[in-house]
Structure formats: structure tokens, C-alpha cells
């Protein structure tokens, strides 16, 4: 009764105390009570389910639920400290509810059909955000064989819950104890990205090709094909292989090849490359290698997609789609045979950047006709109005523009950018390159001798990325000292810098007229549920930033728009009280997009058109305070509100203010239709728990070598969604000096720039991604340090991490787990950095051994406001963000806060200052 807090599990004596006023007398139980808190879960009751993750409308994600009809005995945990495991299973035999030995045991045997899902998910009581888990399968691997949910095979859903000294295994089943079933259909799925509209192509040059694509069960290959625009004008936008190869007759040029032909073939990866710079002025033979070269005239691109990664040619069933844009080549009158190449080629030779905040990178390609060269001399000009450069190098003084690929073995000797003085050059960057290799070598023009990286300056144009030559700087190819050839200037390429793309259409309501309301629009990533977080767009359109989503106050025909939408394949999904969610499924949105016409009223399904948002979601969730809200479902509850308030006259205040369906202040016969019309429909899935559950580790390795040496290796996993990374060590000068440090296999040199500094007993380190790139795999080695003894008593103890910060694609402070070289003296909590802070603020958890935390954030009234972690943690220091946001995703306000850090017979607290 004193602090409303939960009976801590244990044994317990039960008192009883008996007073007149005068005297008082005590009596104790004889026996003990043991208190335990068994935690229970219940999945969702659903239809048996295929899930196709691939063709036209393929579905990444399958969301697994356990809120929806249970309410708060979907999973409940009376002092929540439980966690959930998820399995999914060919067999059904698994005893309910003893069997948690057998499907551990099964899952980590590769020759059974069970395998574990996620594990650790934190039972909540009353966060309906908790209670769902959105499996991403176009990311999941099994953890035991590296596997997929194979196809046609009829799957059974478990879950482990475990908290309180129990342990319980159930299974997805309907209400009358009937066992569902999960399939599968892995159909390629294949997108085409751009060009979208018309592209006039120069045949000396490189044009882009983009797409998305997925091929779940099949690690598949990607060609692209062109033929005549007449032909393909004559021909489906999808067809087979076998089928374009009829259509097209000789008429068919292989771009993903050295000279047109399969036979010089070099398709690529599905899981890797999502773009492909085609350059027509390689194209001198047919796809069948006959000499008929590409010339000039209207053509179409094709992607090619074969799900059994056939390296000679596409098998003959493999999916073709058509790209949208027609191609116009010019420049090619005779065809490329005797062409004269560019002898240095920039790749994309034309690019569409956003003018805000967008960043591209550009590939050099030097050709120097069969002669060998030592010295290649690349001086390079473009805009200083529309454009900045990028710096390569963070460790050297200055801006080095060049990023030399690693695959060369020679060195740079020079490398600088600078404004230019000469009039000629006025109000232009000039950056220069020299790169040297003794032994010689020959360039042919398929590989990249460099890259620069532009980003724009929030202007609209036009910029020209120009090889130039001016007095003494030169783009020239040497040998021994012997200018080979100078080049003479010419455009590289051209980038236009356009507006972002906007998003207008109709939002209207069910059995209304007048469609004015607030409505709630989410911009999600296409087949995801995790919103796009994105501070220009949020900033243009949200007229409430203390809800989450974006807010747009609609017009009375319901009319809604969005501006500064960045660039991306997204999917748009909209919400408004009393009506189930509706969406469109996808959206392309390019810079420049002027997008109208939407209609967010796709249902569930993401094919029927209801022209309106449904009515009738009025309640059907409760939470630990008893407060009901709608849970994006129509079913007999809302049924009960509605007749529970039938005649009742209501204000925005009034109880049953919901149960007002159409918002005309009177709840009455139109409410209680739709209702009933609608009963039993879902709305769109919302964005519930992020995808990735598990956070990602850093982990440091030591190995002292033989001749003393000391070999420091920092690796990390669980980093899928992480693009940057901050690394700080501490050593004794006295007893350590760094002699050298390599960055790991996560990334590259030429797909991420890196710092360095070091400085008396410390060094930083840190990489980002370039432009669109991320990492590879989700496990590598993040950097290498070389240090050499100082005395011989030199500890390896003594070199040890910092600190570990990471940043996700969205730009955002990552939540991670560190371990240290010396594991922590004491159970702690740092004080929040930054503090003040808007909007995000880091919190440094300090365990000196594995423990079960809980991190929560109250506000000055000591009400709890949101969770930050419940789990059981190993010792060492771990990061923890907290984006000011309250567990139902708004924004709270400005003032002060205390985050309380919980463990097993201790407790920290700190507090915290949120100025908006």
C-alpha cells in the first residue's frame, strides 16, 4: 500500500497484530508462504497463414502477436522480469506446457526441422508496443544450419516464457485448441528502382540502372539486358528469359558484360549490388556474340533475375521486368566498334542527388589503350555553388578528397582540393590526383583507380564534374617520366540537384462528409514497420510533435500533403481515431517527385481499395491502468462500447467519446452500422516493436605475440542496421607505444571514410558509410592495433576500451553492448550525456558482474514513463539511448527526469534535463 511496487518473489511469515486501543498483541504464521511470479503467454488466434516473401507484393516481415485478443493476458509477468523465446517447428508433438528441454534441444540439432526465431524479447505487462515481434525474412538465417523456413511445409509456432523459476512452452493454436499452421511461398521477388521516365543517354557514357530484389531460399544473380524500345514496346513489362531471348531475336546486348556477349558475362550478387552503371560504348557484340554492335537509337533495359545463380546465362525461366524510363542513345552513329574511349571515364556519368543533405560518390575509371603507365594525373573540377567534397581522410590536415582503391599497390603522391583563383575556373572546386606504381601497370577501364564523394548544399542546378587541364595541372598518363598522353577536358559527369519528392492524395472517413480531422501519417519502410526518421521531413510536416507519427490537420474532402519526403521505396500508412489503419503499399519517391493522387485506404490485404478509412475500432485494449484505447481490430468489444453509450451525447472529454464513430457528437444508429458492418476486419499492421531486438556487441581481443608484441582486435556483431562506428582506447604510455592499426573486414576503404587521432595513452578511432552503402554482414573485425613494450613488465591489462559509440541508417544514437579489457569495479549509472539534451540523450551502464536490470525513466512526479531495458546483461560497460519519448512513442515535454538503473539488491539513479 506504501509504494504500490510488487511483492518481491521469495518466503515469506504472514502477521497478524490485534489492538483495543490499549493493548496490542502479535502472532506469526507457522508455516511459510512462498511467493513466486509465474509468467504467462498467449499467442494471438489467427487463420493458418502462407506467407509469400517474394513475388510482386512479397512480404518481408510476419508480425507474431500476443496482445491483440488477449489484452493484458496476452503475456503477462506480475513483476516483469520475463523473457519470451520464439520457435517455429515442423513438428507438433512437443509437450504444452513441459516441453522447453525438448525444443531447446531440437532447435540446436541442424538435421531437425525446429528452429529458434528470437530470443529474449521482454515480457511487459500493459505496453500494447511490446507485445509483438516483426520477423524480418528477408534477414533471417536459422542460428543452427544457416538455413530458411523451407517452402510448402506446414510450421508450428512456440514460445518460451520464462521468469519467476519457471519456465513454460506454448503454442500458437485457435480458441478451440486447434493447432495453426505458418507456410511458405520463396518466389524471386524483383523491383525496378529507376530510370523511371526518359533518359537521354550520350553512348560514350554511363547510364544507371537500379532495383530491389529478394530471392529467399536462392542466393540469385542479377543480369542486365537492352534491346530496341519497338521490341520491347511489343513484349509483356514481365516475362521469362526463354521468352525476351524469342522477342529480341540478335537484337540483344548483355550490359552486366565486357563487350555485350553472355560469354563475357559478369553478372552480380542479388544480396549485395542494387544498382549498375551500364555503358553502351562497350556494347560490340550481341548477347549470342555475333559482331553487331550497339548504335545509336530507342532501346529498354531489362533486369534479369535467376533464382539458380547459372554464372554462363540466365536460366530459362529466370524473371525478366522491364525497366519504366525508355533509353534515347546518341552518340553512337556507327555503332562503339572503333570507338575512341574517354581515357578517363567518371562513374555515374549522370546522377540525381536530393538538394538537401545528400551525398554521392563517384568512381574514376582511367583507360590508357594498352599502354603501360606509372604516373596517372587526374585533376578534376565541379561547382562550389551546388556541391561540397567530401573529406577522405580525417587523420591528415586538409580535405583529401580521393579515396585510392585499396585493390592498387601503388601510393598516392599528391591529393588536395582547393577553390579555384583562375578565371577559367572561377567558382569552381579543383582537386587533384596523383597516383605512382613503379612496376607499371595498364588500366582498361573496368576498374576504378579512385573515388570522390560530393554532397549537396540545399540549392537547386545543375553541376558538371569536369576533367580539366590548366598551367601545370594536368589529367595525364606518364612512364618513366614520358608524358604517354594529356586529356583534354571534357564533361565526366553531370548531376542535377532537384527538390525532395511530395506526397499528396485523399484521407476520408466512413459515414462522414466532412473528412477534417487530425490524422496520424506514417512513412515506413517498404515492407517494415520502423518509421522513417528524418529531421527536414518531420520538421516541414508535423503540426504535433507530441504524438508519434507525423500529424497533418486534413481539409473537409480530406485532402493531405507531404513535402521534403527524402528519397526511397517506402510504404505510407495513415491512422485517425475510431478508424482502423489503412496504407498504401508502396510508393517509389524520387528527388523531384511531384507525387498526387494517393488514397491510404488499402486494407489489410494490400490489394482491395475501401476509398475510406473503416469505422468502428473504438476500444478492445486495456492497459495496467484500466484505461481502454482502440487496438486496430473491430470484434465484439467494440460492439459493447458502442451499445454501452447508444443515445448518449458526448464531448471530447466524455467516456464515451470513442463509441462518436462519424464525430457528430451523438452516438447513435450510423455508429453502431459500421460497427457492425465492419466486424471482424483488421487494420494494417502497426509499427510496433523494432525489428532488431538483439542490440549489437563490441568485443575486444588480445593476443600478446611472441617477440612482445601486443595485438589488439575489436570485433562486433549484431551490426545489420549499424553504419557508423566511435571507438576510444586508453593505454600506459610507459609501458605500451602504438606502432600501427589497420581497420577490420566490416568495411572497406572505398565504402567508408575512416578516422583516426592519437593522443598521450589514448586513441580514436572511427568509419562511416558512404552515400547508401552499409555493411555486408552483420559480424566483422572493426580495427586492428599494433602495440610495441615499453618496458618488460608491460601489462596487456593496461590497454583498454573506453568507450564504444555506434550510429544506425537512420542517423541515429545506436543502443549497444561493450565489453571491457578490466570488467568494472561497481554496479553504476553515469550521469546522461548530453545533459541538457533534445532530443536524445546516452546513459553508461556500469556492471561488475552478469545481473537481470531493469533501466527506467520516471518524471518528477515518480510516475514511470517508459522502460528502457529489461534483460539480463553481462558484466562490462554498455550504452543505453533514450529518445525522449514516453512508451506509447510521444514526445514528452521539457523538463526534468530521472533515469533508475535496477539490479539485485542495488539501484542507481540520475537525473535528467529535457529542454525542447
Given at each position: ?21 490499549t ?21 494471438d ?53 513441459n ?56 510450421y ?28 511458405f ?5 524483383l ?33 542486365v ?34 563487350d555485350g ?12 549490388t ?76 549522370r ?7 545528400d ?12 599502354e ?10 565541379v ?19 580521393f ?38 601497370r ?35 598518363f ?56 528524418d ?14 507519427g ?92 458502442v451499445?454501452t ?165 537512420s ?20 550521469q546522461n ?35 528502457l ?48
Amino acid at each position: 500500500p506504501d509504494d504500490s511496487s510488487v511483492v518481491p518473489a521469495g518466503d515469506y511469515f504472514i502477521y497478524a497484530v490485534i489492538t483495543d486501543g490499549t493493548t496490542l498483541s502479535l502472532t506469526r504464521s507457522d508455516t511459510t508462504y512462498r511467493v513466486r511470479h509465474s509468467p504467462l503467454l498467449v499467442f494471438d488466434v489467427r487463420l493458418d497463414t502462407v506467407i509469400a516473401t517474394g513475388g510482386a507484393m512479397p512480404a518481408r516481415f510476419h508480425t507474431i502477436t500476443w496482445n491483440q485478443d488477449a489484452g493484458l493476458d496476452g503475456d503477462f509477468d506480475r513483476d516483469d522480469t520475463a523473457l519470451i523465446d520464439l520457435y517455429y517447428s515442423a513438428d507438433s508433438t512437443f509437450a504444452i506446457p513441459n516441453g522447453v528441454s525438448a525444443i531447446e534441444s531440437a532447435a540446436a540439432n541442424s538435421a531437425l526441422d525446429t528452429h529458434e526465431i528470437v530470443d529474449s524479447l521482454s515480457a511487459t505487462d500493459g505496453v500494447q508496443a511490446d507485445n509483438q515481434y516483426a520477423w524480418d525474412l528477408w534477414a533471417y538465417t536459422n542460428p543452427d544450419d544457416g538455413g530458411v523456413p523451407l517452402e510448402n511445409t506446414p510450421y508450428y509456432l512456440y514460445g518460451v516464457i520464462t521468469g519467476g523459476g519457471t519456465e513454460r512452452l506454448v503454442r500458437w493454436e485457435d480458441g478451440t485448441g486447434t493447432l495453426r499452421t505458418l507456410s511458405f511461398e520463396h518466389e524471386p521477388h524483383l523491383t525496378i528502382l529507376a530510370p523511371m521516365a526518359l533518359v537521354a543517354v550520350d553512348g560514350r557514357r554511363s547510364f544507371e540502372v537500379s532495383w530491389e530484389a529478394r530471392d529467399v531460399d536462392d542466393d540469385a544473380l542479377i543480369w542486365v539486358v537492352m534491346i530496341p524500345a519497338l521490341t520491347a514496346q511489343a513484349t509483356a513489362s514481365e516475362l521469362s528469359w526463354s521468352q525476351l531471348q524469342a522477342a529480341a531475336g540478335d537484337s540483344l546486348w548483355v550490359l552486366t558484360s565486357t563487350d555485350g556477349s553472355l560469354a563475357s558475362g559478369a553478372p552480380v550478387s542479388e544480396n549485395t549490388t542494387v544498382r549498375f552503371d551500364a555503358r553502351p560504348s562497350r556494347m560490340i557484340q550481341t548477347f549470342d556474340g555475333q559482331a553487331i554492335p550497339l548504335s545509336d537509337g530507342e532501346y529498354h533495359a531489362y533486369v534479369v533475375l535467376d533464382p539458380g545463380a547459372g554464372t554462363d546465362e540466365p536460366g530459362p525461366s529466370s524473371l525478366v521486368q522491364r525497366v519504366p524510363g525508355r533509353l534515347t542513345v546518341d552518340g553512337l552513329p556507327t555503332g562503339a566498334v572503333g570507338l575512341v574511349r574517354s581515357a578517363i571515364e567518371i562513374l555515374p556519368a549522370r546522377r540525381t542527388m536530393e538538394a538537401w543533405r545528400d551525398t554521392t560518390t563517384f568512381a574514376i575509371h582511367p583507360h590508357t589503350d594498352g599502354e603501360t603507365v606509372d604516373v596517372v594525373s587526374v585533376f578534376i573540377s565541379v561547382d562550389t555553388l551546388v556541391t561540397t567534397v567530401v573529406d577522405q581522410d580525417a587523420t591528415t590536415a586538409g580535405v583529401q578528397p580521393f579515396a585510392v582503391s585499396s585493390a592498387l599497390a601503388g601510393q598516392t603522391l599528391y591529393d588536395s582540393v582547393k577553390v579555384a583563383t583562375d578565371s577559367s575556373l572561377a567558382g569552381r572546386w579543383v582537386m587533384d590526383l596523383v597516383y605512382f606504381e613503379q612496376s607499371g601497370r595498364t588500366f582498361d577501364g573496368t576498374e576504378p583507380l579512385a573515388t570522390i564523394t560530393l554532397a549537396s548544399r540545399n540549392v537547386e542546378g545543375t553541376a558538371q564534374v569536369r576533367v580539366d587541364n590548366i598551367e601545370q595541372r594536368r589529367s595525364a598518363f606518364y612512364r618513366n617520366g614520358i608524358e604517354m598522353g594529356s586529356l583534354a577536358p571534357e564533361t565526366g559527369a553531370v548531376v542535377d540537384f532537384l527538390p525532395r519528392g511530395t506526397l499528396a492524395g485523399l484521407v476520408q472517413l466512413q459515414g462522414r462528409t466532412n473528412h477534417a480531422e487530425e490524422v496520424t501519417l506514417m512513412l515506413r519502410e517498404n515492407n517494415g514497420f520502423t518509421t522513417v526518421s528524418d529531421s527536414l521531413f518531420e520538421a516541414v510536416n508535423d503540426v504535433n510533435s507530441t504524438k508519434a507519427g507525423i500529424q497533418d490537420s486534413v481539409d473537409a474532402q480530406g485532402t493531405f500533403t507531404l513535402t521534403s519526403v527524402p528519397t526511397g521505396n517506402y510504404h505510407l500508412a495513415v491512422h485517425v481515431d475510431r478508424y482502423l489503419d489503412g496504407h498504401v503499399p508502396s510508393v517509389q519517391v524520387n528527388p523531384g517527385d511531384q507525387i498526387t493522387g494517393l488514397q491510404p485506404t488499402v486494407l489489410r490485404d494490400g490489394v482491395s481499395q475501401a476509398q475510406y478509412l473503416l469505422g468502428g475500432d473504438v476500444t478492445g485494449w486495456v492497459d495496467t491502468s484500466n484505461t481502454s484505447s482502440p487496438d486496430n481490430e473491430i470484434d465484439q468489444l467494440d460492439v459493447d462500447f458502442v451499445i454501452t453509450y447508444f443515445g448518449v451525447t458526448t464531448s471530447p472529454a466524455h467516456a464515451g467519446a470513442l463509441a462518436d464513430v462519424d464525430g457528430d457528437s451523438l452516438v447513435w444508429v450510423e455508429d453502431l452500422n459500421m460497427v457492425a458492418a465492419n466486424f471482424g476486419i483488421r487494420g494494417v499492421e502497426p509499427s510496433y516493436r523494432p525489428i532488431n531486438d538483439v542490440p549489437p556487441a563490441i568485443d575486444v581481443q588480445r593476443h600478446v605475440q611472441p617477440n612482445g608484441n601486443l595485438l589488439v582486435r575489436i570485433g562486433g556483431e549484431g551490426l545489420a542496421d549499424t553504419r557508423a562506428y566511435g571507438l576510444r582506447l586508453a593505454f600506459d604510455p610507459s609501458q605500451w607505444r602504438l606502432r600501427g592499426h589497420v581497420p577490420g573486414e566490416w568495411v572497406s576503404p572505398l565504402e567508408a571514410i575512416h578516422a583516426f587521432r592519437e593522443g598521450e595513452g589514448l586513441v580514436d578511432l572511427g568509419a562511416a558509410h558512404r552515400g547508401d552503402a552499409g555493411p555486408v554482414s552483420d559480424t566483422g573485425g572493426l580495427a586492428e592495433l599494433l602495440f610495441e613494450p615499453m618496458a618488460p613488465s608491460a601489462e596487456a591489462q593496461s590497454v583498454r576500451l573506453l568507450r564504444a559509440d555506434l550510429v544506425d541508417r537512420s542517423h541515429q544514437g545506436q543502443a549497444g553492448t561493450w565489453g571491457v579489457l578490466a570488467t568494472p569495479e561497481r554496479f553504476a549509472l553515469g550521469q546522461n550525456y548530453p545533459n541538457p539534451f533534445n532530443p536524445r540523450t546516452a546513459l553508461r551502464l556500469e556492471l561488475r558482474a552478469p545481473d537481470s536490470i531493469r533501466l527506467t525513466v520516471y518524471d518528477a512526479t515518480g510516475q514511470a514513463i517508459r522502460t528502457l531495458l529489461r534483460s539480463s546483461m553481462p558484466a562490462g560497460i554498455h550504452t543505453v539511448y533514450w529518445d525522449g519519448r514516453d512508451a506509447a512513442g510521444r514526445q514528452v515535454a521539457s523538463g526534468t527526469y530521472f533515469a533508475r538503473l535496477t539490479g539485485r539488491g542495488w539501484q542507481a539513479e540520475r537525473k535528467m534535463l529535457l529542454l525542447r
